[in-house]
Each structure stands twice: as C-alpha cells, then as structure tokens.
C-alpha cells in the first residue's frame, strides 16, 4: 500500500538522549532555514544519506533518480514487506538489505551514520513518498545530529496509484476541489484530531485515508451517525500497483462488509467522494473557451491569464 508505518524515535545524540536530537535540530529549523534550501531542488545529486520513496508497490513506479541511487548503493536500510520485494530483487541485489522493521533508532541511527562514515554508499528506502506518513524527518534529523547530511527522494504515494487504478482523479471539475490525505483516530490520532468526517462534510472533498483499513467499520459507522449520505462513494484498493492488488468499490453505507468479507486489514488506501467513480464532472475551462482568447489578435492577447489548472 502506500506510506511506512514506522514511528522509530531518533538517533544517537552526545547524551544518548534520542528526543535530544530532534529538540536541537527543531530549533535551529525555527530560528533559520537550512542553507541547502536555497541551493537544492527535488531531484539534485546532493551529498549525504538519501531518503527514498519506492513508490506504491510497482519497482516501475520507483522514480528514476530513485532507482539510480539504489543501483549505487552498498547499504540499503528498507521497510520491510511495505517495499514489494521485487523492486529489491530489481534494484538492491548487490547490496546489504536491513529491515528496519523491529529496530529502534538507538540502532538504526549508529548503523547508517557508521556506513556513511566508512564511505559506504547509504539508502534510507521507505514505502510510498516518505514525506507522507513516512516518520522520516526525525531519522533526518538525528543523522544531521550527528554531522550526517540528509535529503529527500520524492516518491508516488499510494493516493495516486489507487487513482490510476480507479481510472479517475482525485480533482475533478464541479465534483472535487480540493483532496485530504488523513488517517483515522486510534492510537497514534485522538478522536479530537480526527476529522475525516470534517472533510466528507465538506462535499468537494476526495478524502484519502492511509493506514485506515483496520478502522474501516468504525470510520464508515461514525459518518453514518454524523448524518453523511450512505450512498456517498468509497473505494479501498488494497496494494495499489502491486501483483496481488485487489479494488473494492461501494459506498459508506455498505462498504465495511466488502472489506471485512474480503479480510483486509492493513495495506489498503481508502477513498471517499464523488470522484471514486468519476461521475457528474463538468467539463474544465482549460480546454475550452477560456484556452481561446485571445486568439483573434485583440489585445486580449496581451491580458494576463490565471495560470492554467487540470480542472
């Protein structure tokens, strides 16, 4: 499915403190922005340890820039069973694979910082993009801690496959304005700060919900005791993009005896609104009046336009 699940608490600091490290690294995020902002894009070659998104699930999604490191890599430091083994077997034959899965950072942190230091050629390969649900930021910061530099390798996240499996977009014109990625309430996420029910209200919402497959039932319960239409359209594609990827369509109504039936637990994406289905949008100004003016040679050529959109 989509996002790692890990929440390792960060790495060796001069005390062995790991909260001591994502402290100071907070604080001098808070006073001033990192240099390398202002001299790095996404997709740059970069000194330090990367921070890989394999994508969904497919080793076909896994970005180029992603692909050339892990086929430079010595040491890969990877997710677990939320990265396919294929893309593995396809990218990291030749270098030492660690499951992180089971490992605290008083472990991890020491284990890449070592590596690096050797001059060994270290990849952090988490599932999906890690900059969603990927507790990335805090590994980050306790390497930076500990003099290692750091950078994010973008990743498709599970939403976007699931859409392309769906054969619809998250955004569609008269029917979804806006898309939420969320999680539900539970042990991680109080029932205050849950608001998928927030979103659904909302009306043009695409609402995703990553590691929610286990809470579909309550999730479904709570919109129906909140008053949402039944009928509202769910979609739960379990492993999007991989061989065994599976896609339950239904509704709020009804969609919890799909999932529970089809014994899923983990590792689906869950979608709720009009645009699971891809019906009742209105077709987009892009490609229709609005991308002719001007074209007579009036002065509205030398009008300014909004810049263009997919809607």
């Known amino acids: 499915m989509g996002e790692t699940t890990e929440t390792d608490d960060d790495g060796a600091t001069d005390d062995g403190d790991p909260q001591s490290a994502i402290d100071a690294q907070g604080d001098r995020r808070r006073e001033e922005l990192d240099d390398r902002v202002f001299d ?15 994508g969904p699930g497919d080793p ?6 992603g692909g050339e490191l892990l086929e430079e890599s010595d040491l890969v430091v990877h997710a677990g069973s939320l990265v396919n083994s294929e893309l593995l077997e396809a990218y990291c034959d030749h270098a030492e694979l660690v499951n992180s899965v089971g490992k605290d950072l008083e472990e991890l942190i020491p284990l ?20 969603i649900y990927g507790a990335a930021l805090e590994q980050m ?7 290692v530099p750091t950078y994010f390798v ?28 969320t999680r539900p309430q539970g042990k991680t996420l109080s029932a205050e700060e849950d608001h998928i029910s927030d979103f659904v209200e ?29 009928e509202t359209p769910v979609g ?26 089809a014994g899923y637990r983990a590792s689906a994406l869950v979608v709720i609104g009009d645009a699971v289905t891809g019906a009742g949008y209105e077709r987009s100004y892009l490609y229709g009046d609005w991308a002719n003016r001007g074209s007579s040679g009036s002065s509205a050529e030398n009008t300014s336009e909004p810049e263009a959109s997919d809607d």
Request: one cysteine or more; hydrophobic letters at 40%; glycine letters at 10%.
């Open 112 to 131: 890449m910082r070592d590596a690096y230091e050797e001059g060994r050629n270290v990849v952090r390969l988490h599932s999906g993009d890690p900059a």
């Open 60 to 65: 076909r999604l896994l970005t180029v820039a």
């Open 141 to 147: 910061d306790a390497l930076e801690h500990e003099g």
């Open 202 to 230: 909302m009306g043009d919402v695409t609402t995703c919900i990553y590691l929610g497959t286990h809470a579909v039932r309550d999730t479904m319960d709570r919109l129906l005791e909140d008053g949402h239409d039944p």
């Open 154 to 181: 973008p990743g498709v996240t599970s939403a976007f496959a699931a859409s392309a499996t769906l054969r619809t977009q998250l955004t569609l014109n008269e029917v979804a304005n806006h898309v939420a990625f």
């Open 236 to 261: 739960v594609i379990y492993h999007a993009s991989w061989p065994d990827e599976d896609v339950i369509v239904g509704s709020i109504g009804d969609i919890a005896d799909k999932v529970e039936e």
């Open 40 to 54: 790095h894009s996404a997709g740059d070659e970069q000194a330090g340890i990367p921070f890989v998104g394999a």
